[in-house]
Each structure stands twice: as structure tokens, then as C-alpha cells.
């Protein structure tokens, strides 16, 4: 860690952020011929944050392989850019020597991020790794709840007292023992005499400033604190909203414990959306790295809801079972009604979804966002009834079968947006993830009421 | 913007990052009674970002009252965190001294974020309303294509040639008024003679060391140029992937002419989330505050081509209609297997499209990664076939038809798999948005295979 790779320039293309497949190729070719001298060679230009990516896009029986051979060369970084679901099998790879050293480099909230999904032994091996001061700060910080911002901090703050001038402060930090320090830092955090943060300094202002200066003179505008027990996708929001590049951490006394950079406030930001796409496609944490077994089981009981769901619509179809008998035409037509409602619902609650999650979506407008789906459903029905009126009499040579498919398609197209709304808004306020659960409600609603409208009206104007 | 605010503490509760509805009715009753003083009192603790978010909550009447009671005080930052839909609905309400005093707060890459949208009577007006200097770096901005670096990048660098000392540095820095320097810097970026840049000292490494130490002994292991021709979300992703602070642009000749900053690079990742999350789900470009024409307008392309969806499945069904008169349990039973399909093919392109963004599904893993959505699909389409048959059975009575939905269910989830993750992947070939149209096929394809797989095996086992 201690070398300046070259500066890699990006190019225009996708290629220079991503290993090619010759790169890859011609890695796993010094794999083959057990050629470690070439291997590290082909390593060397790479991230770790791109040697995890590599690691993830081969099979478990080479990812082996080039652990083995790469062997000392295994930077600690690899493993905690590495994605969960291959982890524990990289880690049972690496030599104990290998693994203690790759540990010892890192920083204590990745060692964190690390440890916390690891089995109860493998935690061990790997705090055992690590040297007594840092070992204390990672079971600090396991003491958080996951996913909060205890868990996300890092512990070495740099900060100063409020009657502290520009000059004190750069000759305490030149003082100080780097490895006291963070690694990286852009901001003194000025405490008061009970540790509580007050503001916070930019380096830049206090290196261009005179040294007689007091700090708090100079602080910055945007100032927020965050309690350690917050939610971390709540810490990703703040620093997204009011532009923040790093944020004291403070305990339930209001003592400054440590400090979040927008570096990890951003990689919880993407892995915050990467939930919600997820869990709207109903894919529970899914990666493609996981194995079969385990995506079998994820998106079972996703499609466990959907069967009945389905099973729920073909009771309700099942009910005009002799309507659809005597005009066969109503079942070639009935599933274009249900699947536009279907689909119009989606739309609906995936706005509504993200309105919530970036908190646009408020009581404060919910009346007016409701009305507005409901009416955008009722044109858009509209429109599209009269399409599918027109194929209707044009196919089937019936004006009344015409006339009852749009009507049915503009109430479920109203529905659609009502349900596509509401639902997400209720489930929220009831504290179940609307990203979750809306979808099979919506779409529940949207086929039930798209069938039952459609067969229904069909009975009262045909038979 | 020279006022330090207080420092808020972030809650526990949301309630601390949203303005509750009882701070908005608050601030509306004041816009009732016209109360200039009481308004200012309570919007003065609001961020912009916030003051922003209340803006695109409330309707475009008390929108309206609001700015123009609020006057003055109107902030050049409530702009650029403004929704697109309704900053030139609130730059048409601003008086043009508000509008001027406004714009010339604004960072350059703020303004460039503003106008770029804007029609052009509204872009001459805020150009006209900036200085010279500030003028002509918005309009070399703007000659970069959309969603570029070179519109996303800040003109103020802070820059150090390569025989430097930290002395001289922090001397050049000194002695920089503070007009030329960015509101906020992390790093200093070295250049060589022809400005190219070779390197980023950070402050921290800069405050640090001793006065006589060359620059180029402090450079930062990671260092990524970027191109301002570069597509701003490749320089998010390059942002997240790399843990960059900050980014030196550089133009075709590989000049320094500018930098970008994390905060940037995360509110790009943002819009490209939820860019992706809305195409998914057939929302264009969706955001509450449009008005019903535009979100209709918006909705309606993917409700068209999902109503040719429909059509061509019933197009499927009608072939059957012989089939559907004889055993009317057909009918009931069809949408279940085309449904089924459906939610498996989603689950799969919502793998494989957030993977193709993330880089993570290559050419180096495309062939494992579609045989093991095929797997996953055959296991979860045969034990839904066990359930489904079953009922198909207990229901019906008939053996044979649960035997026909089973054999159906199989089939359709194989193929869902399939279509699933090899539809992205050849759109993505082919230079279209995956996110975008892999929706519409993957359904086409669930829904004609599931209704032709089940009516046709019907019809070969039962009639």
C-alpha cells in the first residue's frame, strides 16, 4: 500500500474502467501455468476495488487458484471491496499469515464492514488478526445495531477545542503521530469542553488562514451531527441532501466517537437503491455471485405471493365460467385489461416508492399526489379504451364487446393509480418496506378488479 | 451565505431531515397573513436543499405567494437543488434583482446545472445576469454535450507545478485571493509543464509535512483523470468504485480545465438510480411535481407498447378458442402460467440490468451467469409445477389438467430465465438502455410462451 501506482487515465470507452476479458484472460492464463511472477505482474496496475470485481466474475475453482498463487501479494482492501456472498469462501482460502497481514492494513470500519456478516468463527480468526487497540474498536463498534451509523464510523477523529487558534491547531496535527491520524481528513471537528461537536473547520480555510485566527471564526455553514444509533441509509440521505463531506459521530451523551466520510455515505446510498430496485422486482438480496441454491431461495417466496395472487384472479374468472362458455372471445380479451392495470399500478408505485425514499412524498402532499395518479389513470384509460375498443369491435365484429373492454380497461386504469399510491403510502406508515410488499398488492388489486370489471360488465351487457 | 446557521442535530426520527407538516403549516399560514417578518423567522434554520424539497411539496399557488413574500432573502443554492419540472415556473416568479443577486452566489457548475434545462429567453436571462468572467465559464460549460464531466466539473482548481515544495504550495495558497480559489478544496493537483495533471496531494498529507518535502513525494496512491467528454455517469461510478474525494477533467489535449467533487458524483449516482429504478418500471422521466399532461404524456409510450404485448398474447389465445369452448378451466387457469413467468423474467433483468450498470455481468461471465438463471429457473418452475399441478387437480378434478399447467409452468420458467438475463445483454450490446426496453420483451416473451405452452399442451394431452 505503500507504492503510487501509475496514474491510469480513464478513457472514453467503458474498457478502462473494467477489466476486459483479455485482461482476465490472460490473468487466468498465468493461473493456469502457475506463473506467479506474470500473475503479480498483470495484478500490479489493478484496484482493489477492481481485483474484487475479478475475483466476483470467476468461478470458485480459479478464484481459488489465483488466491493461492497471488498469495502475499493480497491487499486487505480486495476483501472488503469483495462482495458478501463470496467472502467467507475467499477468506477460508487465504493463508492464516496472509489474512493477518491483509487485516492489519485495514481500516477499523472496514474491518467492521468485514466482520459483521462473517461466521462466528472466521469473526474470530479475524479479530484475533488484529492488534489489541484496534480489536476494542471494532467490538465497539459491533456493539452498534447493523446498519447504523456506529457501524459505518471511523473512529479516528481529528478535533479541537473551541478557543483553539489556526496556529494551535496546525501544531497539534503536526504533532500528532500519523497513525493517530486517518487516513484521509478535510475537516477539524471543534468540540466543546464536554466533547460535543459545535462546528466544524475545512483545511483549506485553516491553511489559508492567519495563524493568530480562532477556529471558530471559521467554521462551516452546513454543520450536522449524527447520533451513532441512526440508520445509515438515513446518514446517506443527510450527506446527499446538504452536499456534507464528512460528519461527527456522537454517542447517547452527545460525545463525539468518531466520524463518517461521504466516500461511505455514498456506497450506502448505492447499495440503499440497489435494495429498492431489488425489492421491487421482488429479487430479496440477490447477487450474481450467490450460488444457485441460495437464488433459488431468494426469489421463492416472491413467487410464492405471485401464485396466489394468480390463483386469486382465476377464482374471480372462475365465476364466469359460463359466461366465458357462451362468448369465448371474452377470454382472448380479458388479459389485455389486467395487464395494463398491471402495468399502469407499477408505474404508480414506483414513482410513489422513490417519492417516499427520498422523502418527496409527504402528508403534506399525499391528497394532491393521490388525485393526481387517480386522474392521470382515468386519461390514460381513457385514451387507451378507445384503442382498445376499436380492435375489439374491428376483431371481433361486436360494437357492445367494444364498448364493454373500455369501459372495463378505464376503471382499472383508475384503480391502478389509486392502488399504485395509496398502497406504498399506507404500507410506510405502517412501517413495512413499500419497495417490498407494494408490488404484490398492487398488482392483486389491479387483476382481481381487472378481471371482475372486465367479465362482469361483459354479463350484464352481452348476456 | 455568510451567516453560520446552527448546528442541527440529526433526530433519531425522519421527522429531523423532512420539514414536518407542522413546519409547513406553519410557513403557509404566514404566507396567509402575508407575514414577511414571521415567514423569514421560520425558514431561516432551513437548508436550501430543504427549502427546495417544501417548494415542490406545496401547489404552485402558494408556491408563488411564498417567493414572492420571501423576496430577498431568496437563495442562489434554492435553485440548483430545485426539481427541473419547476424552476422555470419559480424563475418566472422571481423579480429580476432576486433572480441577479441569486445567480451571482451560484458556483459556475451550479449555474451550468440550472440553465442547461432552461428555454432559451430564461438561459440569456440568467446569463446576462452574471458577471463577464463567471459568463464565459458557463458558456465554455455548456459547449460540452450534455451529461458530460465538462458540464459537471467546477472551473476553480487549485493547482501546483511539479517541482514545488509543500512551502511554496502553502505559500501560493496564501498569497491566491479568495475569489480564484473553489468554495471548498480537498486536494492540490500537480501538472506538468504542458498542465497536464500527474498527480493529488491532499491537505491533510500537505499540513502535515515539513515545508522543504516536494510535492510529488506526497502524492496519493489512487488518481483518476477524467476527460471532459467523459459520460457523467461513468465519472460517478469511477467516483464510487475508486473512493475518490475529487477529479482532475482534463481536455482532448490532456489539459487541466477543471475538477469534479464527490459531493457531484454522488448526486449523479443518485439521478442515475433513480434514471434506472423509473425506466424499469415505464416511467420516463417521472418526478411529482410535473404537472397530470406532462406525467400522461410520460406514461403513455410504455403503456402503448405494452398494450402490442397484450394483443399479441391474445393473439396466442385465440388460436386456442376451440379448445377454450370445449374445457372452460383453460381460461380459468391460463393467466397463472403467463403471470408466473412474468414475475420470474422481472426478477432476472432486474438482476442482470442492475449488474450491467454496475459492470459486474461481462463478457468474461455472461455464458455462467445465464445457464445459472436458467438453473434457478427450472428449480423454482418445478416446485411451483408440484404446487400448481396439485391444485390444478384438487380444483378441477382432473389429473391430466394438473399435469398440462405443470408441464406448462416448467417450460415458461425456463424460459423466463433465459429471456430474462439474455434480453438485457443484447440490448446492452446493441447500445440500448437495457433498463429501459428489456421490461417489454421479457413480458412478450413470458406472456406468448406461458399462454401457447399451456392452451397447446392442453390441447395435445386433453383433447
Known amino acids: 500500500m505503500?507504492?503510487?501506482?501509475?496514474?491510469?487515465?480513464?478513457?472514453?470507452?467503458?474498457?478502462?474502467?473494467?477489466?476486459?476479458?483479455?485482461?482476465?484472460s490472460a490473468i487466468l492464463y498465468a493461473v493456469d501455468i502457475e506463473d506467479q511472477a506474470k500473475l503479480t505482474e498483470l495484478m500490479e496496475p489493478l484496484h482493489p476495488a477492481d481485483i474484487a470485481d475479478l475475483l466476483e466474475q470467476i468461478n470458485a475453482f480459479d478464484r481459488s487458484r489465483l488466491i493461492r498463487?497471488?498469495?502475499?501479494?493480497?491487499?486487505?482492501?480486495?476483501?472488503?471491496?469483495?462482495?458478501?456472498s463470496i467472502r467467507e469462501e475467499v477468506i477460508g482460502v487465504l493463508t492464516p499469515q496472509v489474512l493477518t497481514q491483509a487485516v492489519r492494513e485495514m481500516d477499523s470500519d472496514d474491518v467492521v464492514d468485514l466482520v459483521e456478516d462473517l461466521e462466528?468463527?472466521?469473526?474470530?480468526?479475524?479479530?484475533?488478526?488484529?492488534?489489541?487497540?484496534?480489536?476494542?474498536?471494532?467490538?465497539?463498534?459491533?456493539?452498534?445495531?447493523?446498519?447504523?451509523?456506529?457501524?459505518?464510523?471511523?473512529?479516528?477523529?481529528?478535533m479541537a477545542p473551541e478557543h483553539w487558534t489556526v496556529g494551535e491547531a496546525i501544531d497539534h496535527l503536526r504533532a500528532t503521530p500519523e497513525e493517530e491520524l486517518p487516513d484521509q481528513f478535510y475537516h477539524i471537528v471543534i468540540v466543546d469542553p464536554r466533547l460535543h461537536p459545535v462546528g466544524n473547520v475545512t483545511?483549506?480555510?485553516?491553511?489559508?488562514?492567519?495563524?493568530?485566527?480562532?477556529?471558530?471564526?471559521?467554521?462551516?455553514?452546513?454543520?450536522?451531527?449524527?447520533?451513532?444509533?441512526?440508520?445509515?441509509?438515513?446518514?446517506?440521505?443527510?450527506?446527499?441532501?446538504?452536499?456534507?463531506?464528512?460528519?461527527?459521530?456522537?454517542?447517547?451523551?452527545?460525545?463525539?466517537?468518531?466520524?463518517?466520510?461521504?466516500?461511505?455515505?455514498?456506497?450506502?446510498?448505492?447499495?440503499?437503491?440497489?435494495?429498492?430496485?431489488?425489492?421491487?422486482?421482488?429479487?430479496?438480496?440477490?447477487?450474481?455471485?450467490?450460488?444457485?441454491?441460495?437464488?433459488?431461495?431468494q426469489r421463492l417466496p416472491w413467487l410464492a405471493v405471485n401464485l396466489l395472487?394468480?390463483?386469486?384472479?382465476s377464482?374471480?374468472?372462475?365465476?364466469?365460467?359460463?359466461?366465458?362458455a357462451q362468448i369465448v372471445a371474452l377470454a382472448v380479451l380479458m388479459p389485455i385489461v389486467a395487464s395494463m392495470g398491471g402495468n399502469a399500478g407499477t408505474q404508480s408505485l414506483t414513482v410513489a416508492v422513490r417519492a417516499l425514499a427520498t422523502k418527496d412524498l409527504t402528508g403534506a402532499n399525499v391528497w394532491r399526489v393521490i388525485r393526481r395518479e387517480v386522474?392521470?389513470?382515468?386519461?390514460?384509460?381513457l385514451i387507451f379504451a378507445v384503442v382498445i375498443g376499436i380492435v375489439g369491435v374491428i376483431w371481433f365484429g361486436s360494437p357492445a364487446l367494444g364498448f364493454v373492454i373500455a369501459i372495463a380497461?378505464?376503471?382499472?386504469?383508475?384503480?391502478?393509480?389509486?392502488?399504485?399510491?395509496?398502497?406504498?403510502?399506507?404500507?410506510?406508515?405502517?412501517?413495512?418496506d413499500p419497495a417490498l410488499a407494494s408490488g404484490a398488492f398492487v398488482t392483486t388489486v389491479t387483476d382481481v378488479v381487472g378481471f371482475f370489471a372486465f367479465l362482469g360488465i361483459a354479463v350484464m351487457v352481452l348476456l
Not at 498463487?69 to 458478501?84: A, N, T
Not at 386522474?375 to 384509460?381: H, K, Q, S, T
Request: hydrophobic letters at 45%; aromatic letters at 4%; charged letters at 25%.
Open 203 to 297: 483545511l483549506g480555510k485553516l491553511m489559508r488562514s492567519r495563524r493568530e485566527t480562532k477556529l471558530m471564526d471559521l467554521l462551516e455553514e452546513t454543520f450536522q451531527i449524527i447520533p451513532a444509533t441512526q440508520e445509515e441509509s438515513d446518514v446517506a440521505y443527510a450527506f446527499n441532501q446538504y452536499h456534507l463531506i464528512s460528519a461527527p459521530v456522537v454517542d447517547e451523551e452527545g460525545r463525539l466517537i468518531g466520524i463518517i466520510t461521504i466516500d461511505d455515505a455514498m456506497a450506502v446510498l448505492d447499495e440503499e437503491h440497489e435494495e429498492d430496485i431489488l425489492r421491487l422486482a421482488g429479487v430479496g438480496e440477490g447477487s450474481l455471485s450467490d450460488r444457485v441454491s441460495e437464488t433459488t431461495k
Open 120 to 158: 462466528d468463527h472466521q469473526q474470530e480468526t479475524i479479530l484475533d488478526a488484529l492488534e489489541d487497540v484496534d480489536r476494542a474498536a471494532v467490538q465497539q463498534a459491533l456493539g452498534y445495531p447493523e446498519y447504523s451509523a456506529g457501524r459505518l464510523m471511523q473512529r479516528e477523529v481529528v
Open 409 to 432: 380497461m378505464v376503471i382499472n386504469m383508475i384503480v391502478a393509480g389509486l392502488a399504485g399510491t395509496a398502497i406504498p403510502v399506507i404500507l410506510d406508515r405502517i412501517g413495512i
Open 375 to 381: 386522474l392521470v389513470g382515468a386519461i390514460n384509460g
Open 315 to 324: 377464482l374471480v374468472i372462475a365465476q364466469f365460467e359460463a359466461a366465458i
Open 69 to 84: 498463487l497471488y498469495d502475499r501479494e493480497f491487499d486487505g482492501e480486495i476483501l472488503s471491496e469483495l462482495d458478501e
Open 309 to 313: 395472487t394468480a390463483i386469486a384472479a
Open 2 to 24: 505503500s507504492e503510487q501506482t501509475e496514474p491510469v487515465p480513464i478513457e472514453l470507452e467503458d474498457a478502462a474502467y473494467v477489466l476486459g476479458p483479455k485482461a482476465i
